[in-house]
């Protein structure tokens, strides 16, 4: 689904410039699941499968691409 813009963006930018965005991304992104789990109740293994989901997710919606 979002291959495609996923795909442009990264010419645009160039490899090495968008993998550094991208790793900024994750990393916030993984940060705030973090949160939620403490501010939940969460254990580590628990959220290291939620962890797990939103990657997946991430490859269905093509935002892996």
Known sequence: MF?????????????A????????AI???????TNFCNWVGIDAKQRQNLIRLAKS???TLGLLA
């Open 27 to 33: 990393a916030m992104h993984c940060q705030t699941i």
């Open 3 to 15: 291959a495609p813009i996923v795909i442009l963006v990264r010419q645009q930018l160039g490899k």
């Open 17 to 24: 410039k968008f993998n550094q965005i991208r790793g900024k």
């Open 57 to 59: 997710n991430g490859k």
